[in-house]
């Protein structure tokens, strides 16, 4: 803090009072200073009615002018933190249902049996079986705020019901690159079990079948030995 006499310092806002308190306003509103409202020199104008010359009314009329100006500057300072306040610091939550995933889930699990396979194309034995398989031998597990069960039902929910991202985030309550990370994290597992399920009848390929030995344009690339 800049230590000064008080009475220079009164005598120089004095003479520049009205400057300093538009460009504090025209900082507040537009961040930059205003322009002078008054002549080329930068004097104000302002009406009176009454131009006598008595130096008590001209104390008045400024003092109640400056206590107009601050109740002003006061405002509009109010105002901008207001406004700073709501745009930069204040966040509206959007992911507020009271119904969030892992509860939806329940429900839907618990429910009638009808709406876990209109939600996920199987019955709740099957969905059940689907998790503690990839939980215990494909690598899937819970994280600190999910669990196998909402994971495998985000991922069976998008490819059940063809769902967006947006869909899905807005149905299970969690934010979009979640949704992302997890679906991945499913998928990888249920690749690795589709390696272990879709296997071929006759995995050394012994024998042709007969759709390819019968049909000429396939013999000549598939010759029976």
């Not at 998008?158 to 949704?179: C, D, K, M, P």
């Not at 071929?200 to 000429?216: H, K, L, M, S, Y």
Request: net charge negative; hydrophobic share 35%.
């Amino acid at each position: 803090m800049i230590d000064m006499d008080s009475h220079w310092f009164s005598a120089l806002f004095d003479r520049v009072y009205d400057d300093v308190m538009n460009n504090i306003a025209g900082y507040v509103n537009y961040g930059h200073s205003s322009d002078n409202d008054g002549d080329s020199n930068g004097n104000h104008s302002f009406d009176n009615d009454d131009n006598n010359d008595d130096d008590s009314d001209e104390e008045g009329e400024l003092f109640w002018k400056r206590e107009f100006d601050r109740q002003k500057l006061v405002l509009r300072t109010a105002g901008a933190l207001a406004l700073y306040y709501n745009t930069y610091i204040y966040k509206e939550p959007y992911m507020d249902s009271y119904n969030t995933g892992m509860q939806w889930l329940n429900e839907i699990l618990h429910g009638h049996w009808t709406r876990c396979i209109n939600m996920f194309r199987m019955d709740v034995t099957t969905f059940q079986s689907l998790c503690f398989q990839l939980e215990n031998q494909y690598g899937l597990k819970a994280s600190k705020r999910m669990c196998v069960f909402e994971k495998v039902g985000i991922f069976l929910y998008t490819i059940a019901l063809g769902a967006s991202n947006r869909e899905v985030h807005e149905r299970f309550q969690h934010l979009r690159e979640t949704i992302s990370r997890y679906f991945n994290e499913v998928l990888k597992s249920v690749c690795l079990l589709a390696t272990d399920l879709i296997q071929p009848a006759d995995p050394g390929f012994v024998n042709t079948p007969r759709e390819i030995v019968n049909n000429p344009r396939y013999t000549p690339h598939f010759k029976v030995m």
